[in-house]
Nanobody
Framework: QLQLVESGGGFVQPGGSLRLSCAAS????????MGWFRQAPGKEREFVAG????????YYIDPVKGRFTISRDGAKNTVYLQMNSLSVEDTAVYYC?????????????WGQGTQVTVSS
């Protein structure tokens, strides 16, 4: 089993930035695609960003391209999501996820979720 522990959520003004992190343990980190989903009130949970093992190639949904950057640190067994130019539409619970295939197909393992609130 792969365990995922998230941190970094919080409250930010529109145009601001946040950096989420997710620490993984229990399995070989490099064997998994790692990334993030989000779920806003009244909406379906959606994939946001993912990154595969070596080579670490990122992939994103169109609404966050150019604003969000996903990265991973194998030595720390941690994946990050740098979120810039945040808007109110980004408000959601963000979940770290892992899978053996592209996260566009869904996650297999999940973190507990961290709240991101963008508001003036």
């Amino acid at each position: 089993q792969l365990q995922l522990v998230e941190s970094g959520g919080g409250f930010v003004q529109p145009g601001g930035s946040l950096r989420l992190s997710c620490a993984a343990s229990g399995r070989t980190f490099s064997r998994y695609h790692m990334g993030w989903f989000r779920q806003a009130p009244g909406k379906e949970r959606e994939f946001v960003a993912g990154i595969n093992w070596i080579p670490s190639l990122p992939y994103y949904i169109d609404p966050v391209k150019g604003r969000f950057t996903i990265s991973r640190d194998g030595a720390k067994n941690t994946v990050y999501l740098q979120m810039n130019s945040l808007s109110v539409e980004d408000t959601a619970v963000y979940y770290c996820a892992a899978a053996q295939r592209s996260l566009r197909q869904g996650g297999e393992f999940w973190g507990q979720g961290t709240q991101v609130t963008v508001s003036s």
